[in-house]
């Protein structure tokens, strides 16, 4: 149920700033920081359009944020001027197909013309290339290089690669990015089998929606229960899925509160709503008069598919 949105948080501060413009583009830039996306709005259009890069650049994540519209037009902009993290959100939208179409071999280059120039997710991102041998050879030397050039750059992805498992499941999520869920699921199960719990988690799910391998949810449940002996959250509240919709077990819904409720205590993204939504008291038309049939009955709806691991009801109250 996970949606991938990129919103650029990398600054390489190496772009001119005129000083007229320099005091709204920096307080443009903490308020963007600090997700205050309508103030970064207001305060970075007016340089963006006098044709500051970094306000462009930020321009074109506030678009991709649903502040203003656009975020490849921005993003080509500042390209035009050199910035190197736009090259790499130029990267992601062409590799998402969202304002231009989906090309993964486009999506490479433009992320190694970031690194080139010294971006640092652009450094990460080639780094995970060579780690994978995904359309380069596979060279773990150099991906660690790279790697280690964008913690010193102050890049927060690359630093929270420390171990060989996070840089493993970082893999895993390259090769998933780019459409290769089976290399995804491969590099996932490798690491469960070897004992790591966040892979068990995540082979679980795999199974449970039939990525990059047939669906099983016995299979999801097994792999769900052993991360959740190790503690890990993703399992936990898997657990819960499979308790409240009676899958591989008979459905328990108090069962499935308790393990939702035990991935909330591991900061679990999504336990807490899960959690109010199984203790809540059901909606009422009479109890409040903006609550129509209709609006009841797409909430239930809404409800529903999220706690079967969907990302929400269309119009008709199908899950998605």
């Not at 709204?24 to 500051?52: H, I, N, Q, W």
């Not at 900061?267 to 409040?288: D, Q």
């Amino acid at each position: 149920m996970t949606r991938f949105v990129f919103l650029v948080a990398w600054i390489t501060g190496a772009v001119f700033v005129p000083l007229t413009w320099a005091g709204p583009v920096e307080d443009g830039m903490t308020a963007y920081s600090r997700g205050d996306f309508k103030t970064a709005y207001r305060l970075l259009s007016g340089p963006a359009e006098a044709g500051d890069a970094r306000a462009q650049h930020y321009m074109g994540a506030l678009a991709q944020a649903g502040h203003g519209k656009g975020a490849a037009r921005w993003f080509e902009r500042a390209i035009a001027q050199g910035h190197a993290d736009s090259l790499v959100a130029m990267g992601y939208i062409v590799l998402q197909g969202k304002e231009r179409r989906r090309d993964v071999d486009e999506a490479f280059r433009w992320f190694k013309m970031g690194a080139e120039r010294g971006s640092s997710q652009g450094l990460l991102n080639l780094s995970r290339h060579y780690e994978a041998g995904l359309l380069v050879p596979q060279d773990r030397a150099r991906a660690a290089e790279l790697r280690q050039r964008a913690i010193r750059a102050g890049n927060p992805d690359a630093q929270r690669l420390t171990t060989r498992a996070a840089i493993n499941d970082d893999v895993a999520y390259w090769w998933r990015m780019f459409g290769r869920s089976e290399e995804a699921f491969a590099q996932r199960l490798r690491n469960a089998q070897a004992g790591d719990a966040v892979a068990k988690g995540k082979v679980s799910i795999h199974y449970r929606v039939g990525l990059g391998v047939r669906k099983n949810k016995a299979e999801a449940l097994r792999w769900a229960r052993a991360g959740a002996e190790q503690g890990d959250s993703e399992s936990l509240y898997s657990l819960g899925l499979h308790y409240y919709n009676g899958w591989g077990v008979v459905a328990n819904r108090s069962a499935a509160l308790d393990w939702f409720r035990r991935a909330q205590a591991k900061a679990h993204p999504y336990a807490a709503n899960a959690v109010a939504l199984l203790t809540a008291p059901p909606l009422r038309a009479g109890g409040n008069p903006d609550n129509t049939a209709l609006e009841i009955y797409m909430q239930s709806r809404r409800d529903h598919c999220f706690l079967i691991g969907a990302t929400g009801a269309d119009l008709n109250g199908s899950c998605y």
